[in-house]
């Protein structure tokens, strides 16, 4: 049976390449270029713009005994994206200029590829968001002790907090509940989104290195 924890210990999934990335060694240790982390924080700002509406398809379609825990997901989401704003008002960049206004190809992608989760049954989207924010987790908190001290601490707090790390947790639960029952078919479906998601992912970090 297909569960997160079997998903997470997958020794074919290549969850290192995304958790691990050299953008990530470089916030920690203080040695990433202001314009690359700038490149990140405006387009991740538009990814999460994105995965809001993705978060709102699966509340559409969840059983009602998870809408707390996604509402609670979807008030998060309107704190980041205000704390995106506020963010890069902070760093003097301004998200109204074409660079920032306008997706990368790697965000597109990945975004455009959310899109179509919309579409595909429950469990595939819930396993898959759950996916999304388990390596943003498991990215974040692996650096937060390198970067607790340097001027990225905020970034690390937001996604390695041990309320986020819960938060994840309830995904999980929510995922593994549907996985249970789900059909072969369709636990193959989810297994094959974490793959594309943590593709995704390494070239969302790339994206500071073009
Ligand atoms: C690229 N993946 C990316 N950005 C994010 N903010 C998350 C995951 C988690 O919210």
């Not at 008030?75 to 109204?96: I, S, Y």
């Not at 390596?135 to 986020?164: E, K, L, M």
């Amino acid at each position: 049976m297909v569960t997160t924890a079997a998903l997470r210990a997958s020794a074919e999934l290549p969850w290192a390449a995304a958790i691990s990335h050299r953008f990530l060694d470089a916030v920690a240790d203080g040695s990433i270029q202001r314009g690359q982390f700038d490149v990140w924080l405006a387009q991740d700002r538009l990814f999460v713009q994105r995965f809001t509406r993705l978060a709102g398809s699966l509340l559409r379609v969840a059983p009602l005994h998870h809408q707390d825990l996604l509402l609670g997901g979807l008030g998060a989401l309107k704190d980041e994206l205000l704390w995106f704003e506020a963010q890069a008002a902070v760093r003097g960049v301004d998200l109204t200029a074409p660079h920032n206004a306008l997706m990368h190809r790697s965000c597109a992608a990945y975004c455009e590829w959310m899109a179509t989760l919309h579409s595909q049954p429950l469990v595939v989207q819930a396993t898959a968001f759950w996916a999304i924010e388990h390596v943003y987790n498991a990215a974040w908190r692996r650096i937060a002790p390198a970067a607790a001290h340097g001027p990225y601490a905020q970034y690390t707090a937001r996604w390695g907090s041990d309320g986020f790390t819960e938060y994840v947790g309830g995904l999980a639960a929510m995922a593994d509940g549907l996985l249970a029952v789900a059909s072969d078919e369709d636990a193959a479906a989810a297994v094959a989104a974490v793959r594309r998601v943590l593709e995704l992912e390494v070239a969302f970090w790339d994206m500071a290195y073009f």
